[in-house]
């Protein structure tokens, strides 16, 4: 979004606010309006009905038709009474509307780019940081709701001031004559700190992911930081991105207070000229001008709100980018899932040849073997692809070749991924995000029995309660009793292909050879896929693949050989 033009970016944000508005809240909104419209006429016919209150010989337009001249002072007071309770009553029930429509709108942004995240492609995202995820999720999507309340906030107030002027301008035409020159420097008011207020607004979502970083995964940080004896240095880092959040929050109030203060200027210039042209223009009625000035200062709060709504609606450009960069994300084009998965045949899938991009120039497997009850032992330095490939063969990214056979004859990458598509795939920086250690267990086998949970610990060496919180200080797991855990939603969830990308690193060797083991001899329908850097696994391994520096070639071959 261009800074250097905010109108541009501004009707770019309207329209993209508009298209992210279902059909079925389009017609709330059309209720909204109602409501405020009738709200704003209540409000001004209240403003017009205290005149005679104020001046009992004052005329009004529409004297003798619906409000009469000797009507009693009682009569008056009911009439003014019961038009603001309306007034109260109509403007209550819009405020109301209008907070549901927020809160869904709000709502329905976080589920359609979590939606979108949910569906995105591996590849594009293995450079995202979590901070910025995190801050799409929270603080960006909220800068976009109140943009979305200031578009509300806007839509009163312009009603209100075309109701209110259209009134005055019956009342009295000639005193409405310094309405136009004072819409058109107000509009230049407006105008005149929009171009730095999206300025500031997109440092200031940069600085808020900023914060986000410096506060992820923050125990850890701090063992590493009281490690190295660089406090100072942090301080001095979190104090930075601290100082210029404030420097940004403080400019963008400042720059509401200057457009506050010149519109605040103009209107009181405004009513002054209205008086000047009402004692220098004979005729001009005492009661039309009470009349009129009512109906104008009904609009000074309003000016205030329609200068803070616009610059809240510009600090939402650079947040609603954002937002609209991960809504981009290109979609994986994972085949719905089907209730008849083919199952994987005892002769195995023949990967004749896979090349894989990225790391580039590429990593290349030729002629392995995988077969269901067996293990492959994937080795090989960090970051030279190892991740990429297990990707391929979890089918969740397409390679750049694919030459498989099953049975012998050559299968596409969607038919493979059909065969592998009832899989489990664990990486070694997952935590479980569960509650407790059965919320966590029944999130893999939502059918599983208590007695079938406690077995399946078991299994992986965890002795802990089923009610063990997984987030509390007195019974948190450590690292390896995590990996453990999450080892034995894999048994439970008995995969076509189970992929274990460095799963079990917090484990001591012995106790990632146990535990491979179980797994070996509980999945023994499944494809066992293991990244590890521990040769000692090689023991378990049927197949043992090796990612070599040169040329970033792959060489499988049997274990032991």
Not at 145 to 158: D, E, I, K, N
Not at 301 to 308: A, C, G
């Amino acid at each position: 979004m261009n800074v250097a033009t905010p109108r541009a970016g501004l009707r770019d944000l309207l329209r993209s606010l508009a298209r992210t508005l279902p059909l079925a809240d389009r017609w709330k909104v059309g209720i909204y309006v109602a409501l405020s419209l009738g709200s704003a006429f209540a409000g001004a016919l209240a403003a017009v009905l205290l005149v005679p209150l104020v001046q009992p010989d004052a005329r009004l337009p529409f004297d003798g038709r619906w409000f009469h001249a000797s009507m009693s002072v009682g009569w008056r007071i009911a009439a003014f009474t019961a038009v603001t309770l309306s007034f109260a009553l109509l403007r209550w029930q819009a405020a109301c509307l209008g907070a549901r429509l927020t809160g869904r709108y709000g709502m329905r942004l976080r589920r359609q780019v979590h939606a979108r995240l949910i569906a995105a492609e591996i590849g594009p995202l293995a450079g995202v940081s979590s901070a910025e995820i995190a801050n799409v999720f929270t603080h960006n999507v909220e800068i976009i709701v109140q943009a979305f309340s200031a578009l509300q906030q806007l839509l009163v107030a312009g009603i209100t001031a075309a109701v209110s002027l259209s009134l005055a301008f019956w009342v009295s035409p000639l005193l409405l004559l310094v309405a136009p020159p004072l819409a058109v420097l107000a509009l230049l008011a407006s105008r005149f700190y929009g171009r730095e207020q999206v300025e500031v607004a997109r440092r200031y979502v940069a600085d808020i992911t900023r914060l986000f970083w410096h506060s992820e995964d923050f125990p850890r940080r701090l063992r590493h930081v009281r490690s190295f004896g660089r406090e100072h240095t942090e301080r001095d880092s979190f104090g930075e991105v601290s100082e210029d959040l404030s420097r940004g929050y403080a400019r963008q109030l400042e720059l509401i207070a200057s457009g506050r203060l010149m519109l605040e200027l103009l209107a009181v210039g405004g009513i002054a000229l209205l008086f000047v042209v009402a004692q220098r223009w004979h005729g001009i009625d005492q009661g039309a001008l009470i009349a009129v000035c009512l109906l104008l200062g009904r609009l000074l709060p309003y000016l205030v709100s329609t200068r803070q709504s616009m610059q809240q609606m510009r600090s939402a450009a650079p947040a609603f980018a954002l937002w609209r960069r991960y809504m981009n994300l290109a979609a994986s084009d994972t085949p719905p899932a089907s209730t008849a998965l083919p199952a994987i045949p005892a002769s195995g899938i023949h990967l004749r040849r896979i090349h894989v991009t990225p790391p580039v120039p590429g990593i290349e497997l030729v002629d392995l073997v995988m077969r269901p009850g067996e293990l492959v032992l994937i080795q090989g330095d960090s970051g030279i692809g190892k991740s990429s490939l297990v990707d391929v063969l979890a089918g969740m990214a397409r390679p750049a070749i694919f030459d498989v056979r099953v049975d012998g004859h050559a299968i596409h990458y969607d038919a493979y991924r059909a065969y592998v598509s009832h899989g489990a795939y664990v990486s070694q920086s997952v935590r479980p995000w569960q509650a407790t250690v059965r919320e966590c267990l029944r999130w893999a086998a939502a059918s599983a029995t208590d007695g079938q949970l406690r077995e399946v610990l078991r299994e992986v060496g965890l002795d802990k309660p089923l009610d063990t919180t997984l987030h509390d200080v007195s019974s948190r797991l450590s690292g390896g009793e995590l990996q453990r855990l999450l080892l034995a939603q894999v048994i439970l969830r008995e995969p076509a292909v189970a992929v274990l990308d460095e799963a079990t690193g917090a484990l001591d060797a012995a106790s990632e050879l146990a535990v491979l083991s179980a797994m070996k001899r509980r999945l023994s329908r499944s494809l066992l896929i293991v990244v590890s850097h521990r040769e000692g696994v090689s023991v378990l391994a049927d197949r043992c693949v090796t990612v070599g520096p040169t040329f970033r070639s792959i060489v499988p071959s049997r274990a032991g050989a």
